[in-house]
């Protein structure tokens, strides 16, 4: 499946009501989205056709994010769904997702592109590539080491492969907390250390199979009555490993080639 039919499919059933997109360029992937969206990125240039409910802002992720109030184009509604598709580096995908976290809705879910890089060079932080991953990568690490307590799945998607991130928690520090030490331990000059791992897509989830699990339902409807993030994230990472077949060790039970 290519990424933006499993993007298409994620709208659809979780029906975000908001929507936030870091790197735009064409608008391909923001022409997904059906509710009010805001389109980050400093030199898009659409030629998809959008015709939804939708500001656009002609600058980097780390400028909007400085605003004082970066919540005010949703009418201060927080975020239920983002794609992080912005700046291919490790750090700046990063910085994404924490402040997509600081602001995002109960059971608010990010994506990142571009997380399975099929070679060392596409891998490169120094881009010398058509295609280019660049070490975004290396958020998977991060995040499945510094934060367990998030609902993180791979999906194996073409080209290049997603991740799939709900259950974010707005009251959460220890990215921030820890970012100097996690800055100075990953970012490493290239060639990049790619795990096998990484180049063998180890782990990733059918994107069929994903889009099928029940827990966007779930989300969906925590939404609709209004539920705490205190009542919905406890059972949410173990919810959506048990409905991918998956063991609460982490082992990949029914993982499958995607
Ligand atoms: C891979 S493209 C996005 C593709 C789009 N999401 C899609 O799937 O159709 C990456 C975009 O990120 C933008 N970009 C680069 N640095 C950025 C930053 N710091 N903040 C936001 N966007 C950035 C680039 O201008 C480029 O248009």
Request: hydrophobic letters at 40%; glycine letters at 8%.
């Amino acid at each position: 499946m290519r990424y933006l039919d499993f993007l298409r499919g994620l709208h659809s059933h979780l029906q975000p009501s908001t929507y936030l997109e870091i790197g735009i360029r064409n608008g391909g992937s923001l022409a997904l989205s059906r509710c009010r969206s805001v389109g980050i990125d400093p030199a898009y240039n659409l030629t998809a056709e959008i015709d939804g409910d939708l500001a656009l802002f002609r600058t980097i992720s780390d400028e909007y994010f400085s605003r004082p109030e970066p919540l005010a184009p949703f009418g201060n509604r927080p975020i239920d769904l983002a794609f992080i598709d912005g700046l291919h580096l490790f750090e700046f995908a990063l910085r994404d997702f924490i402040y997509v976290e600081r602001y995002a809705a109960t059971g608010g879910v990010a994506i990142f592109d571009d997380v399975f890089p099929r070679t060392v060079d596409e891998a490169a932080r120094d881009r010398h590539t058509v295609s280019w991953t660049g070490d975004v990568f290396k958020v998977l690490q991060v995040l499945e080491r510094y934060r367990p307590d998030l609902a993180c799945i791979r999906v194996g998607t073409q080209p290049t492969g997603l991740f799939v991130v709900a259950g974010l928690d707005p009251t959460s520090t220890v990215l921030h907390d820890h970012y100097d030490e996690i800055i100075e331990q990953y970012i490493t000059a290239d060639p990049q250390d790619v795990p096998a791992e990484i180049l063998d897509r180890a782990g990733v989830q059918p994107p069929q199979r994903v889009l099928d699990s029940p827990v966007w339902e779930v989300i969906r409807a925590a939404r609709e009555i209004g539920a705490s993030n205190e009542q919905l994230r406890p059972d949410l990472a173990e919810s959506l490993r048990t409905s991918l077949g998956l063991s609460p060790t982490g082992a990949a039970g029914a993982a499958g080639t995607a």
